[in-house]
């Protein structure tokens, strides 16, 4: 037995070897699945989160068992599982973005959190409640994934760009292109370019717009550069 029930304080280095391999395996689980997302937070930002948290609640428990039986020391074994937590939420923080129209990020960074209590779990023995949080989490970030994409995510928003001759109609006609296919504008902003082209003046009018599920993205910028007046569209 590499565990000695009567010293909970002991553990042997195969089972220390277990747990931090075990540790490395759902943590790697978890990151494959991020990383076949393309989230900055993949495979390895995982595993290396999950197999630390790891390895910081086995020196919670068992790195200080030589000062147990001293007089005047009090050993608590949740004391570093409990900075692991506190840490990760700086980690977890930088995954998050504001890009000025949505927030992305809240999904990693919250897998990253769950990954430390994955690995605090595994580090503590409790494996099966480390086993069964992996299958769930796997299961929320893929199949809740795809529940989303259909049912929920019903639209997309989109940053445009329209370069276009200053005496054009085409905030008049853009307008009436985007009403027709219901589109929703958030957002507009109107610039001069700074260019000229056959002596007419050009602006750029950048556009936050909301598109329904079924309006495809491209098939909208096709029909903008085919306007009279825009040489240019693009989106983010």
Not at 53 to 79: H, K, Q, W
Not at 141 to 163: C, D, M, P
Request: proline share 1%; charged share 15%; with cysteine.
């Amino acid at each position: 037995m590499g565990l000695d029930v009567t010293n909970p304080w002991y553990i042997n280095e195969l089972h220390l070897g277990l747990r931090l391999l075990l540790a490395m395996l759902l943590g790697g689980l978890i990151g494959l699945e991020r990383e076949q997302s393309n989230h900055a937070a993949g495979l390895r930002t995982n595993t290396l989160v999950c197999i630390g948290s790891c390895l910081l609640m086995l020196l919670s428990i068992y790195g200080f068992s030589s000062f147990v039986n001293e007089t005047n020391v009090r050993v608590d074994p949740a004391r570093l599982a409990a900075a692991v937590i506190t840490g990760v939420g700086f980690l977890g923080a930088g995954t998050i973005l504001f890009t000025g129209k949505s927030i992305t990020g809240l999904t990693t960074a919250a897998s990253l959190w769950v990954v430390s209590a994955i690995g605090l779990a595994v580090g503590a023995g409790f494996y099966f409640a480390a086993a069964v949080t992996t299958v769930l989490v796997l299961l929320i970030l893929w199949a809740f994934n795809k529940l989303e994409k259909r049912y929920i995510s019903t639209k997309r928003e989109h940053q445009l760009i329209v370069q276009a001759d200053e005496q054009s109609t085409i905030v008049r006609t853009l307008n009436a292109l985007l009403t027709e296919k219901q589109i929703v504008i958030r957002k507009v902003m109107l610039e001069e370019s700074g260019k000229r082209e056959h002596g007419l003046q050009q602006f750029m009018l950048h556009l936050t717009v909301q598109l329904p599920k079924n309006e495809s993205l491209l098939a909208l910028l096709e029909q903008i550069q085919q306007m009279e007046g825009v040489h240019c569209v693009s989106s983010d």
